[in-house]
């Protein structure tokens, strides 16, 4: 059984950083697209980040981001601890949403980080950023 935990999430004001780590269970993130998701109050989920870690023979390594968090935003994985994370920096008001962590079933990234790709999600953890 895949789980996916979330934690890092809290209450900032703007300018400020937060760092969101996702540690997965029954799930090995290599060779897989893996990303992250927010959702705002009355708003639809966006995709924020993905990430996919190949070797030179699997398509090599894909990077994508929302272009509303490039420059800021930073996604990253640690194969060793079974950990993605999001570095956020420089955070607005607007980035103020219940932050998902999501893992395909296989596979590689699309540009448009779309939800209906991801298989596994975590339960979220709350970003609210104040002016």
């Known amino acids: 059984q895949v789980q996916l935990v979330e934690s890092g999430g809290g209450s900032v004001q703007a300018g400020g950083s937060l760092r969101l780590s996702c540690v997965a269970y029954?799930?090995?993130?290599?060779?897989?697209?893996t990303g992250w998701f927010r959702q705002a109050l009355g708003k639809e989920r966006e995709g924020v980040a993905a990430?996919?870690?190949?070797?030179?023979?699997?398509?090599?390594?894909?990077?994508y981001y929302a272009d509303s968090v490039k420059g800021r935003f930073t996604i990253s994985q640690d194969n060793a601890k079974n950990t993605l994370s999001l570095q956020m920096n420089s955070l607005e008001p607007e980035d103020t949403a219940m932050y998902y962590c999501?893992?395909?079933?296989?596979?590689?990234?699309?540009?448009?980080?779309?939800?209906?790709?991801?298989?596994?999600w975590g339960q979220g953890t709350q970003v609210t950023v104040s002016s």
């Open positions: 999501a893992a395909r079933r296989g596979g590689y990234c699309s540009r448009d980080i779309s939800a209906s790709d991801f298989a596994y």
């Open positions: 990430l996919y870690i190949g070797g030179i023979y699997t398509g090599g390594s894909r990077i």
């Open positions: 029954g799930y090995t993130y290599s060779y897989s697209c």
